[in-house]
C-alpha cells in the first residue's frame, strides 16, 4: 500500500490549493475501514494534525483550519482531498496524508505547501 500525495505548491496568501491523496494498493473494503488524515510539519515544529475523516464519517479539524480547509473522501476511488482556501502564511509546511487502520498506519511521502505573504 502506498498514500500517493500531490497538490503541493507556491501560493499567494489568500490563495487555494487542493492536496488529493490515493491509497494505491488497498483494497476498497480497507479504504472503507480506515480514518484518513492531513498533517502537516512546519521547520521546527512538531508534526500535527489538520483535518481528519473517520471511517465513521465524521470530521475533525484542527481549529486554525476550521472555516478553510474542507477534507473529502472518494471511496470509489480511494482518495482523500484537502480543499484549503483563504492560505495564510502560516500554513507554510510538509504536508502529509496519513491512513490509520485497525492494524496499520500508513503515511504518505508529504507534499511541500509555501504561502507567501
Known amino acids: 500500500v502506498q498514500l500517493q500525495a500531490s497538490g503541493g505548491g507556491l501560493v499567494q496568501a489568500g490563495g487555494s490549493l487542493r492536496l488529493p491523496c490515493r491509497a494505491s494498493?488497498?483494497?476498497?473494503?480497507?479504504?472503507?475501514?480506515?480514518?484518513f488524515g492531513w498533517y502537516r510539519q512546519a521547520p521546527g515544529k512538531e508534526r500535527e494534525l489538520v483535518a481528519v475523516f473517520g471511517a465513521n464519517g465524521v470530521t475533525n479539524y484542527l481549529d486554525s483550519a476550521k472555516g478553510r480547509f474542507t477534507i473529502s473522501r472518494d471511496n470509489s476511488r480511494k482518495t482523500v482531498s484537502l480543499q484549503m482556501n483563504g492560505l495564510k502564511p502560516d500554513d507554510t509546511a510538509v504536508y502529509y496524508c496519513n491512513a490509520k487502520g485497525r492494524e496499520t498506519t500508513y503515511w504518505g511521502q508529504g507534499t511541500q505547501v509555501t504561502v507567501s505573504s
Open positions: 494498493g488497498m483494497i476498497l473494503s480497507v479504504f472503507w475501514d480506515n480514518d
